[in-house]
């Protein structure tokens, strides 16, 4: 039975839709000025989209398994947003700063709104009541996910400062951005390791029902309280490593380029 899992492949519209608009949106821009470096990572962020949101990783997510969700919101929030963030058109910035919405896109991407609107969203949506509702309505569960995405997508583009000369922090700006923001992201992570108690009842009842839920705690002796305890463990500790990664990679970052422009012939 659990084998079957494997074949637990959807077709949700919702899905297929946002990212139909992302890759129109990007061809638009990207067709002015190819740059390959982007659309590979533009295409990595749509496949592996689609995978967290449409393989079997969603259905065990969706109905049994608190740790598959943390897994799949990881991805979203430290794999796919940071690509798209990466993968933004210098033309679509230029459109942007040249637009009525300039003022609106300036506060929009500050960082301190930025680093607020990152740390509140991922608290926000594993409060039991908001995360049990997402577990119950299709349309918050959509909502949920655009949201990591898009919150997510905007604090690593200030994080990373793709685009020259768009409000760019200082280099140690930048690290003290990041860690900081890894720290309620680690505590949250702890909190749910360590609860006493089951946050998400729905998992429970889900694990207690007749059919996979069943199987799932017999045969790997899965109980919902375990499996939060990993799914907070997942969220605390390869999420905490994440944050550390990209702290490293700004550092060499900013020695790559000094040594880059000297490269340059004059």
Request: overall charge negative.
């Amino acid at each position: 039975m659990i084998a079957a899992i494997l074949t637990k492949w959807s077709f949700d519209p919702s899905v297929f839709t946002g990212l139909a608009v992302l890759c129109a949106g990007y061809w638009w821009y990207a067709r002015r000025e190819r740059n390959p470096r982007q659309d590979r990572r533009f295409v990595a962020a749509m496949l592996i989209a689609l995978l967290a949101l449409e393989s079997p990783l969603d259905f065990v997510a969706d109905r049994y398994l608190f740790s598959a969700h943390m897994v799949q919101h990881l991805v979203l929030i430290l794999g796919v947003a940071p690509l798209l963030a990466l993968a933004v058109p210098d033309g679509f910035i230029a459109d942007v700063k040249a637009s009525l919405l300039a003022p609106l896109a300036r506060f929009c991407v500050h960082p301190v709104v930025v680093f607020v609107a990152f740390v509140v969203d991922v608290w926000a949506w594993h409060a039991p009541p908001m995360y049990e509702a997402t577990l119950h309505s299709e349309a918050v569960h959509v909502a949920e996910h655009l949201s990591f995405i898009a919150v997510s997508a905007a604090f690593w583009w200030v994080a990373f400062a793709p685009n020259d000369g768009v409000a760019q922090l200082p280099m140690i700006g930048r690290v003290a951005y990041v860690f900081l923001a890894g720290i309620p992201n680690t505590l949250l992570g702890a909190l749910i390791t360590f609860a006493p108690v089951v946050l998400y009842p729905s998992y429970q009842l889900a694990l207690e029902q007749p059919g996979l839920g069943r199987a799932l705690q017999l045969q790997w002796g899965i109980t919902a309280l375990t499996d939060q305890e990993l799914g907070g463990l997942l969220m605390w500790v390869p999420g905490g490593f994440v944050y550390l990664a990209v702290i490293v990679a700004i550092f060499m970052s900013s020695f790559a380029r000094p040594s880059a422009a000297e490269a340059e012939p004059a």
